[in-house]
């Protein structure tokens, strides 16, 4: 008899702690989750491949995708842009509303008609995409550092500069929730994640 209740009390005891897993969401359990970190993007206000003024407050209640590249990139920007540019396209067809920020770590060179060449050479939809420049080499290495805990550094004898490969996944409130590789070129796990955290 004692031992019939005990299995009862133990099977109880897995059900009620067990439904948890009906209602948890596919977002809570995502490999790519940083929400814990506790990073906050710094307040900006820097000037888009248009020559406008565009800033965090542009941002404010969207999510938006943050990356580093460069125009004369030798190395990883050639993989990481054609990644974005395809992950743009498939968030477009889910239907999912997502803003695209990348902040070039080479702004003395990358004017805003340079980076504008840039998108279009790679057919970039620029209606949710923007390409920024307009600050100083000493402060982009400050605003990585302190937003998304990245270098950028420059490496003179290759004429390359150090910056995050990642993509990273801003909120609505300014809080880096979400870091994904991107030098992947599957995207489809990046989609099921927004595709849930946006509700579409």
Not at 9 to 21: H, K, N, R, T, V
Not at 38 to 50: I, S
Request: contains cysteine.
């Amino acid at each position: 008899m004692r031992n019939t209740q005990l299995l009862i009390f133990m099977g109880m005891i897995f059900l009620l702690s067990g439904c948890g897993w009906l209602y948890a969401s596919p977002a809570a359990e995502s490999e790519y989750d940083i929400s814990e970190a506790d990073m906050q993007v710094e307040d900006f206000e820097y000037t888009n491949q248009h020559g406008e003024s565009f800033g965090l407050s542009e941002l404010e209640g969207d999510y938006w995708l943050a990356s580093m590249i460069f125009t004369r990139c030798p190395s990883v920007c050639p993989l990481m842009t054609p990644n974005k540019l395809n992950l743009q396209g498939e968030l477009e067809e889910e239907g999912v509303p997502v803003q695209i920020v990348s902040f070039t770590v080479d702004p003395e060179f990358d004017t805003p008609e340079r980076l504008l060449n840039y998108g279009e050479n790679y057919n970039v939809d620029f209606s949710n995409w923007n390409f920024l420049t307009g600050y100083s080499d000493e402060e982009i290495e400050e605003f990585a550092q302190s937003s998304f805990r990245s270098v950028v550094q420059k490496v003179p004898e290759e004429e390359d500069i150090v910056h995050a490969t990642s993509f990273f996944l801003v909120d609505g409130e300014g809080q880096v929730i979400r870091k994904y590789d991107g030098l992947d070129n599957d995207t489809s796990p990046i989609v099921e994640d927004l595709k849930y955290l946006t509700g579409s």
